[in-house]
C-alpha cells in the first residue's frame, strides 16, 4: 500500500540546500560538505536524513573513492523521474485492483474503524495512481490521453470502492466519516 505525505516547505528548503552545494561543489568530501551545511543550514542528522532522502529519491548519487564518499547531481534525472512515476504508478495499480477484489470479500466481516481506514486508504491511492497516469500523459504527450484505460479502469475502481460500502450496513456511518478526506481531492470553492 502507498502512502507519502505532503512535504512540508521546510523539508523542500533543505534539500534545495544540500542539493545546491553537492551540484556547486562536486569534488567536496563527506565531511568537507556537511561543514558547508552544518550548523549555518542545519543540523547534522538533519543534514544525514536530507541527504539519505536525496538518495533514495535518485536526484543525487555517492561514489566512494578510498574512504571518503563524494556526491554527485544524478545525470538525466528527469529520464529517471519519468521512469519511477511509470513503475511506481503501474505497480500501484496493479496492486491496487488485487486490494479492492480482496475488498469485496472481506470488507463486511471488518470493525467499522477499519472499513473507515481500508476505505480512505483505497480512495487516496486510487486518485493518487490516477495522478500518476495524469503526469505520464503530460510528460509524453500532452496533446494525448495515453493511459485512457487505466485512467477508466480507476473510475470504475472507486465506483466499485463506494458500491462495497454502500451495500454494507455500516454505510452511514463510513460515508460521512471518508466524505471529509474525500474533499481534499476536489476543487474547492468559497463563497463570498
Given at each position: 500500500?502507498?502512502s507519502?505525505?505532503?512535504?512540508?516547505?521546510?523539508?523542500?528548503?533543505?534539500?534545495?540546500?544540500?542539493?545546491?552545494?553537492?551540484?556547486?561543489?562536486?569534488?567536496?568530501?563527506?565531511?568537507?560538505?556537511?561543514?558547508?551545511?552544518?550548523?549555518?543550514?542545519?543540523?547534522?542528522?538533519?543534514?544525514?536524513?536530507?541527504?539519505?532522502?536525496?538518495?533514495?529519491?535518485?536526484?543525487?548519487?555517492?561514489?566512494?573513492?578510498?574512504?571518503?564518499k563524494?556526491?554527485?547531481?544524478?545525470?538525466?534525472?528527469?529520464?529517471?523521474?519519468?521512469?519511477?512515476?511509470?513503475?511506481?504508478?503501474?505497480?500501484?495499480?496493479?496492486?491496487?485492483?488485487?486490494?479492492?477484489?480482496?475488498?469485496?470479500?472481506?470488507?463486511?466481516?471488518?470493525?467499522?474503524?477499519?472499513?473507515?481506514?481500508?476505505?480512505?486508504?483505497?480512495?487516496?491511492?486510487?486518485?493518487?495512481?490516477?495522478?500518476?497516469?495524469?503526469?505520464?500523459?503530460?510528460?509524453?504527450?500532452?496533446?494525448?490521453?495515453?493511459?485512457?484505460?487505466?485512467?477508466?479502469?480507476?473510475?470504475?475502481?472507486?465506483?466499485?470502492?463506494?458500491s462495497?460500502?454502500?451495500?454494507?450496513?455500516?454505510?452511514?456511518?463510513?460515508?460521512?466519516?471518508?466524505?471529509?478526506?474525500?474533499?481534499?481531492?476536489?476543487?474547492?470553492?468559497?463563497?463570498?
Amino acid at each position: 500500500m502507498m502512502s507519502q505525505s505532503k512535504p512540508n516547505p521546510e523539508t523542500l528548503e533543505r534539500e534545495r540546500v544540500v542539493f545546491e552545494f553537492i551540484k556547486n561543489n562536486p569534488n567536496q568530501h563527506h565531511n568537507a560538505l556537511m561543514k558547508k551545511i552544518v550548523p549555518q543550514f542545519m543540523a547534522k542528522t538533519t543534514f544525514e536524513k536530507t541527504r539519505d532522502s536525496l538518495l533514495e529519491k535518485e536526484v543525487i548519487f555517492v561514489r566512494a573513492d578510498g574512504n571518503m564518499k563524494f556526491y554527485t547531481a544524478t545525470e538525466n534525472y528527469d529520464q529517471k523521474l519519468q521512469r519511477r512515476i511509470e513503475r511506481n504508478t503501474t505497480i500501484a495499480y496493479h496492486d491496487l485492483k488485487l486490494e479492492i477484489k480482496r475488498l469485496d470479500i472481506d470488507y463486511s466481516h471488518k470493525t467499522i474503524d477499519e472499513k473507515i481506514l481500508i476505505v480512505d486508504t483505497l480512495l487516496q491511492n486510487l486518485i493518487r495512481t490516477d495522478n500518476g497516469f495524469t503526469i505520464l500523459d503530460s510528460i509524453k504527450n500532452p496533446k494525448k490521453t495515453l493511459y485512457r484505460d487505466e485512467h477508466l479502469t480507476i473510475q470504475q475502481l472507486i465506483h466499485q470502492v463506494l458500491s462495497i460500502i454502500r451495500k454494507d450496513k455500516d454505510f452511514e456511518i463510513v460515508l460521512p466519516s471518508i466524505s471529509s478526506n474525500m474533499e481534499i481531492y476536489v476543487p474547492i470553492f468559497h463563497n463570498t
